[in-house]
């Protein structure tokens, strides 16, 4: 086999499975080749994906050691993504009253959360997390994304416990968004105790849901080592939580000139 059909399979292959670690004999088996001969052609992936923004192959020492690919987003690309969710955002039709947006089509396609779910995967590749949790409904796609990419199992925090999820935690928080006290449960058999989880939603007004999150997690014995969001109002300012990275800040929504201010995050890479 040539070099350059082993290095589109290898392509192919990592590409299908990002997050998942390949060991070097796993190539040499397919390939009939030797380590060196496949290490060669890893690098050669490797540049390839690095020199044009599509992510890294990492390097995993040890017995069970091999590559990994990880999709990440270099900051260059992430602008991109951000601008073309600034774009999608940018629609007075999207208005529903109350300063809220319409974002159900961007948050469940898959082209689009997958991207966005890319910047995510390149700001937590590295916390040594468990899981990926994220609260019903519409920060499940971008939550399942970047477990995904990262080859991580998703938790999906409850409205309502069900009996399907046997013994639950609940707790009641308040929502900014809706303006009032809600419930949120997680099942007991969903992380395991000292965990480290990110979490990850499509919009934050105050932090509120966020906050919950992590309270309830910490209930369970579990760290949060992350926390991403597609969408963050600027209002209010002070927010029930710190650390959290947003890919594009939402501002004045203008419903009698049709106003929607939304920008990018441009320090979302700073401090990594």
Do not use: W
């Amino acid at each position: 086999m040539k070099r350059s059909e082993r290095t589109a399979l290898i392509s192919k292959i990592v590409s299908d499975a990002p997050g998942k670690v390949f060991g070097l004999s796993y190539f040499c088996d397919i390939f009939g080749t030797a380590r060196s001969t496949v290490s060669e052609d890893i690098s050669v992936v490797r540049r390839s994906l690095e020199a044009h923004g599509h992510g890294k192959l990492i390097t995993v020492s040890g017995p069970g050691g091999g590559v990994r690919y990880l999709p990440f987003a270099d900051e260059k690309s992430a602008l991109d993504i951000q601008n073309r969710l600034c774009n999608a955002l940018n629609d007075k039709n999207r208005m529903l009253g109350g300063g809220f947006l319409y974002t159900s089509d961007i948050m469940f396609d898959p082209s689009f959360s997958t991207d966005m779910a890319r910047v995510f995967a390149g700001l937590f590749f590295n916390t040594d997390a468990n899981c990926v949790v994220t609260i019903e409904t519409k920060g499940i796609p971008l939550a399942l994304m970047t477990a995904r990419l990262l080859n991580l199992p998703t938790v999906v925090v409850r409205r309502e416990p069900r009996i399907s999820e046997g013994p639950t935690i609940s707790i009641n928080y308040f929502s900014a968004a809706a303006e009032k006290m809600q419930k949120m449960s997680i099942s007991k058999k969903a992380v395991k105790p000292g965990s480290r989880a990110i979490i990850i939603d499509d919009f934050m007004r105050a932090g509120g849901s966020i906050k919950g999150i992590g309270e309830l997690l910490s209930e369970l014995d579990v760290t949060v080592v992350g926390i991403g969001v597609g969408i963050a109002s600027i209002t209010p300012k002070t927010k029930k939580i710190s650390g959290y990275r947003p890919l594009v800040y939402l501002g004045d929504v203008d419903e009698s000139t049709g106003l929607i201010e939304v920008t990018p995050n441009f320090q979302i890479f700073e401090n990594i």
